[in-house]
């Protein structure tokens, strides 16, 4: 079983973290098996996927340690706890809980807080978040996060919401340690068609895109 450290690591690199708002149970794992064939090995199922508990026990096991499971959009310290017994190695929420670290670092498992002001940001730091999930970032954008980390340079943030191929550089040159993707990666329309080649196609062009700026 990896510990903390490792799964730290991973979920930074290579820095693309899949946020799966899937409309079914069925589609997890295969497009968690397309995103890791792009490269994007970390994917995080949302608790808004019907029976997303179950999808993340069956995707853990398929796809063992070439992927990174995670469980999104939790807000109490029991869904933390269910889903890390389903197979989850990283915890994500949209909002600031300490329970949740709690029941997360209990299992050695890291854990992303939301957050939105500066105060709140360094509150979820200040309860033990690994990471700060800037959370909608789609109104900020990559200026805001570098005013933030002036003052505040320990954060490690990962944006969701507003990250996609144009946006992705420009969030990492600001100091993001990650990126958290949304549809701009697992769209309704790929789902709906299941075009797993695209997906695939699409992930690895993200992770280009962040292996680039950092390069530069």
């Known amino acids: 079983m990896r510990r903390k450290p490792e799964i730290i690591s991973l979920l930074t690199n290579p820095g693309i973290i899949a946020v799966v708002r899937a409309q079914k149970r069925e589609q997890v794992l295969p497009l968690a098996e ?18 997303a508990i179950e999808a993340i026990e069956e995707a853990s096991q398929h796809l063992g340690a070439r992927a990174l499971i995670g469980v999104g959009t939790v807000l109490d310290a029991r869904t933390c706890r269910d889903a890390i017994r389903a197979g989850a190695e990283f915890i994500v929420s949209p909002i600031t809980k300490a329970e949740i670290v709690e029941a997360a670092h209990a299992s050695d498992r890291p854990v992303m807080l939301g957050a939105y002001t500066p105060t709140e940001a360094q509150m979820a730091h200040e309860l033990g978040a690994d990471f700060v999930k800037l959370f909608p970032a789609d109104g900020l954008g990559p200026s805001y996060i570098k005013a933030i980390r002036a003052p505040l340079p320990h954060l490690k943030i990962v944006p969701t919401g507003g990250v996609d191929l144009n946006t992705a550089a420009d969030f990492i040159k600001a100091g993001c340690v990650a990126l958290g993707v949304g549809s701009s990666l697992v769209s309704t329309k790929l789902l709906q068609e299941k075009n797993w080649a695209e997906l695939t196609r699409l992930a ?5 895109a962040v292996k680039k700026a950092r390069k530069g």
């Not at 970390?42 to 608790?47: I, L, Q, W």
């Not at 690895?204 to 280009?208: D, K, N, Y």
């Open 34 to 51: 397309a995103l890791v064939q792009g490269g994007v090995i970390a994917v995080e199922v949302t608790m808004t996927t019907p029976h």
């Open 204 to 208: 690895g062009e993200f992770v280009a």
